[in-house]
């Protein structure tokens, strides 16, 4: 749903304030220095220290048995729904979800699953709109097998689901005898804001993973995790997806850094987000989603410009916005300071004033 930056207006410089995505941040020089440091072997294998290590890591920092090593967080969702669907079976999911909406139609091709879009506002649905959409068993129904949620969501406007729904949602799926997955791409910014750690966050999910791509910083990589036995099967379809990887540790060294050096400083980034919700909404017309987390959706159609003009004047300034849905998007990650924050209002400021 996120569409990769339409090519730049003619003239334009080149981009010094990156609000486009989280997942463009760049590797910091210490990051680097891990990587380079990393102990390596093969990964296939299961003889990679490094990723050993972060899998061990990361299945007790969601307080499940096990955990794979992933290239991406799409192979994640893929590989879970794989190991959890049989051909025929639905999903249930929100409709905005990154499964539904941005991931090629995968879960669709390769698994022969349909998923049943879910409503409510922010990305979430309620544990009503979950109860009301429970099939009976009959002849004529497709058989339904796994709820999905996504923490944060992230079309609904990086909101976080509360504890407490994530804990109804799953207790009503296991009533009815469906499996339970979270796609925890930003599941991080989540936890940081709601101060609340991955294992309780995660723990009625049968499985859940996190992206080191996005907030965190690392170039590629993101680990699924779940009971050793659901593990071992999600790893069968990596193989056959072709994402068994041969030294990966280098790549699961910049994760193990980011987990070590780049979570906490997420409520940076959330107050960042703040910071330029609150300087937008001090702009007459301007209309803001409150940010719960690093992402910022607004509407600058009431303050005078429409959502793609803004856009394209700020990137001619070098600030580099995107647009979800008919809303402008701005993201806060590791390479946006708050006086990068600062200057953006400024030039939003100044363009609007232009007209
Ligand atoms: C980015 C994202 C993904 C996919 O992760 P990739 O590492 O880009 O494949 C899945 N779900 C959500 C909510 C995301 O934001």
Redesign the pocket.
Known sequence: MVHTPARPPVGAPPVRINLYSD?QTLPTPAMKEAMMRAEMGDEQAGADPTVNELCDRMAALMGKEAAVFMP????C?VAATLTHCRPGEEIIAHETA??LT??GGAHAALGGFQILPLRGPGGQFSPDELRAHIRGKSRHTPTQRLVEV?QTA?IGGGTIWPKQVLDQVSAIAKEHGLATHM?G??LMNACVAAGLPAAEMAAGYDSVWL?F??GLGAPLG?VLCGSAEFIDEAWRWKQRLGGAMRQAGICAAACLYALDHHVDRLAEDHANAQALARGLRQIPGMAVETPQTNLVYFDPAGAGLPAAELVKRLRMQGVQLSILGGRIRACTHLNITAGMIEETLGLLRAELARG
Do not use: P, Q, V
Request: avoid cysteine; proline fraction near 0%; aromatic fraction near 0%.
């Open positions: 997942t991406s967080g799409t192979m969702n990154h499964i941005s991931e996504e992230n796609d791409a930003r992206d791509t996005k993101a």
